[in-house]
């Protein structure tokens, strides 16, 4: 397998995109979007339901086409006509539903549709290849011959993100990878997320996790009514991305950081 970092310099414009809107009939699901993706880096998309954060993710996956903008993929102006369009680019998407067939091994999972050898089916070469890749990012599969349904939600997680490598993409967007997942699946996630950016791709992650999105991002980007409303630095505070998120200024999170200052200032004797 190719490693992305060799194709591609760290900190590289992978993917840029330029007043990107999208109408459904009369309803404006986005409007003028801008979006920058580099190399080696994890870009967090956030907002509120009906953002607009799916829709974003379905016209760079290529399952809906923008109704005005532009796309760039590597400097240049590119189309995602469908979703093979964007996968033959290196664009992989890891939808919230995994799409995994849980009567079937890792293995098979792994090479549904991009089997070696087809017509002979190579088990070997495969089974080979899927310990070499699960080894690559450290996954923690107790073997590539246990079926779907006997894994924990971390490891099919893990098993649909290293699916999106075979083809070695540049950008994988995940879609709600933690969600749904107890403390030390979503920390064996968010490790994986480290080691896939480590290996020189650019990450897109969807997440209502404020936690989570700290804890891997390098940058959070707000998305509110289908509008740019702000980007962030993981050291931002909660009150700040509340307020982007929801547009009000005055919430549960500026009350809650107002009351612990006036604490504060009573244990230290100052005025609140």
Not at 30 to 59: H, Y
Not at 129 to 145: D, K, M, N, Q
Request: proline share 3%; charged share 20%; net charge negative.
């Amino acid at each position: 397998m190719r490693d992305a970092s060799s194709m591609t310099e760290k900190g590289e414009t992978i993917l840029r995109l330029n007043n990107i809107s999208k109408n459904f009939g009369a309803v404006s699901a986005l409007t003028d979007i801008d979006l920058e993706v580099r190399a080696g880096e994890v870009v967090a998309l956030v907002g509120d339901n009906g953002a607009g954060k799916s829709t974003l993710v379905k016209v760079l996956a290529g399952v809906h086409q923008p109704s005005s903008g532009t796309i760039e993929f590597m400097g240049n102006q590119v189309t995602l006509d469908s979703p093979g369009t964007a996968l033959q680019l290196g664009i992989a998407t890891v939808f919230q539903d995994l799409a995994l067939c849980e009567n079937l091994d890792v293995v098979a999972n792994l090479f549904l549709g991009h089997e070696m050898s087809p017509w002979s089916l190579d088990e070997v070469a495969m089974e080979v290849r899927a310990w070499t890749l699960l080894r690559e990012l450290a996954a923690r599969i107790p073997s590539v011959r246990e079926p779907i349904a006997s894994l924990s939600g971390g490891q099919r997680q893990t098993v649909a993100i290293a699916r999106s490598l075979l083809l070695d993409p540049k950008i994988i967007m995940l879609d709600e990878p933690t969600a749904a997942l107890g403390v030390a699946q979503t920390a064996e996630v968010l490790n994986l997320i480290e080691r896939v950016r480590d290996r020189g791709l650019g990450v897109i992650i969807i997440s209502h996790n404020m936690e989570d999105v700290r804890a891997v991002a390098d940058r959070i980007v707000v998305l509110r009514l289908g509008r740019n409303n702000g980007v962030f630095t993981p050291d931002a505070s909660n009150q700040e991305l509340v307020a982007s998120i929801t547009g009000a200024t005055e919430n549960s999170v500026s009350r809650r950081m107002e009351r612990k200052s006036g604490q504060s200032n009573e244990i230290s004797g100052r005025p609140a």
